[in-house]
């Protein structure tokens, strides 16, 4: 039997299926979306001027255009917009930590919203069978929300149960009272609940898709453990309609959507491509996309893609992703230890729900969520100070002698149910 994305993509680019239809599909795309921004987009008609009718020629040519970037998008949004206005059913405005602008707005068309939709029904059948439900942490009270999609993409076989987040007691009561076989949640979320004292009212589940945010293996795993579930990880952005990459039952790669989406991986600094299982920086071309089209846009993630073909037998490409490119603490000493290295040691600490680290008054300041802890003090006892060491000395080589040459302050939070926002792990 076909992989699920490929069967689904291959309703795209016709038959038979393989990466040289694949291919030739995706610069047919590519040029149908160039000819759409040069009409209708003010910022790509300037920035194609010198590039000839027909471009790109091919997927290599297509690389002669300069990356768009983020600040593009946030200096002048509107320069972006290629559909009529009474198509735009949706405007989401991104801010960006640290900004004092509007930040990025995006404009999406009912199509756009659909394809989502459709996205998200080929992905979610395989979490949740016919007549199955799942609960979903994510905002859903909004017309084209995510949450508003994941329920229409599941309905009618199947059912999607919109859940706040609030304590975690009451999803978790939630989800045994419906018998919820799937969750959907950003990955700190759905690790306070796997690792609160009530976390066995969630062994119902069988399904967890981490989204909207990185999840380390030692996180994935944590959450396994707790609920003997299988745990799998999708990576997109608000900027490409919520769509990007997704894993399938093996859990080797996420495989990308590549009938609605080109990606590649460059170097950030040579902005040159890089050699497969090299890591770099992922940039992403919507291939379907009407409201707001993006060319090369340079997503300030860091992702490599991987060699081989996968078990299941997709021909798709895989990728795998750690996190933004710069989110972590640069030392005065000029070491910079990547965020994606700390969740991985500290969340194999069993009581760690989520954690921020910033650098105050000459400390390394570590703010710590652990739900299941009963004592009320924020000075960590020995015993868990001995764990937050013992994790920390998991770190590369590089990393850790960096960190224990300034002094560690770690302290845990009041608990306040919904954690430390997974975004804004690190200050300073």
Not at 36 to 53: M, Q
Not at 413 to 427: E, N, Q, Y
Request: with cysteine; hydrophobic share 35%; proline share 7%.
């Amino acid at each position: 039997m076909r992989p699920f994305l490929d069967e689904w993509i291959a309703g795209m680019t016709g038959e038979p299926f393989c990466r040289e239809r694949l291919e030739r599909y995706q610069l047919e795309r590519l040029r149908q979306t160039v000819e759409l921004v040069r009409a209708e987009s003010p910022f790509y008609r300037e920035r194609l001027a010198s590039l000839p009718d027909g471009f790109p020629s091919s997927l290599d040519d297509f690389t002669r255009l300069p990356p768009t970037l983020p600040g593009d998008l946030a200096a002048a949004p509107e320069q972006f917009h290629a559909a009529p206005q009474d198509k735009i059913t949706r405007i989401v405005t991104l801010r960006t930590s640290g900004s004092t602008g509007e930040g990025k707005r995006l404009f999406f068309t009912g199509d756009d919203l659909d394809e989502t939709v459709d996205i998200f029904r080929i992905g979610m059948a395989t979490f949740v069978r016919p007549g199955g439900r799942a609960l979903v942490l994510l905002p859903g009270e909004r017309p084209g929300s995510i949450g508003d999609l994941l329920v229409r993409a599941l309905a009618p076989e199947r059912e999607c149960i919109l859940c706040p987040a609030s304590d975690e007691r009451s999803v978790l009561e939630r989800i045994a009272e419906s018998k919820a076989e799937c969750l959907v949640g950003l990955p700190t979320q759905v690790l306070s609940l796997a690792r609160c004292p009530d976390s066995p009212l969630g062994r119902t589940l069988s399904q967890v898709l981490l989204c909207a945010d990185y999840a380390a293996p030692s996180l994935v795993k944590a959450v396994e453990s707790a609920w003997e579930c299988v745990v799998r990880r999708h990576y997109g952005l608000t900027e490409t309609v919520y769509g990007g990459a997704l894993e399938c039952e093996e859990r080797d790669g996420l495989h990308i959507m590549e009938g609605n989406y080109l990606f590649e991986i460059l170097n950030p600094e040579t902005l040159t491509p890089t050699l497969p299982g090299e890591f770099g920086e992922i940039v992403v071309t919507t291939l379907r996309t009407e409201g707001t089209p993006l060319l090369r846009y340079r997503t300030g993630d860091r992702g490599r893609f991987l060699s081989g073909t996968c078990r299941c037998g997709s021909i798709l490409k895989r990728i795998e992703t750690t996190g933004r490119l710069r989110n972590g603490i640069t030392l005065h000493n000029g070491v910079f230890v990547p965020l994606h290295e700390l969740d991985e040691a500290l969340f194999s600490i069993p009581w760690l729900a989520d954690y921020s680290a910033s650098q105050e008054d000459g400390y390394i300041t570590v703010s710590l969520h652990a739900p299941s802890r009963e004592a009320t003090t924020p000075e960590p006892a020995p015993q868990e100070h001995a764990a937050l060491a013992t994790a920390l000395d998991n770190l590369s080589a590089d990393a850790k002698a960096a960190l224990w040459k300034r002094p560690f302050r770690f302290r845990f939070l009041p608990h306040t149910h919904d954690g430390v926002s997974s975004r804004k792990r690190i200050a300073g």
